[in-house]
């Protein structure tokens, strides 16, 4: 796992940051941080592109077309020495 790419994720947690500081700020209410974060449909949104982006970063590309083709080639290789 490559994860020295998390550093493209910083501007997402600057923004949440910022995002939250200017909600507890703006609102009268005294209400406690989860509930602010929960409520806050940016904060959400920040929070889920952020996980996927890290789980992009971490993992890295899925590519099924690739890994579909690795296994068609591998069958049809074990079909002929198994019929030759």
Request: hydrophobic share 45%.
């Amino acid at each position: 796992m490559n994860t020295n790419k998390l550093t493209y994720t910083v501007p997402l947690v600057i923004y949440g940051i910022f995002r939250y500081l200017y909600v507890i700020y703006r609102s009268d209410s005294d209400g406690g941080p989860t509930e602010v974060v929960l409520i806050d449909k940016s904060i959400i949104s920040i929070v889920l592109l952020w996980a996927l982006l890290v789980i992009r970063l971490i993992y890295g590309e899925i590519n099924l077309i690739n890994y579909y083709c690795i296994n068609i080639k591998q069958n049809i290789i074990l079909y002929y020495i198994n019929n030759n």
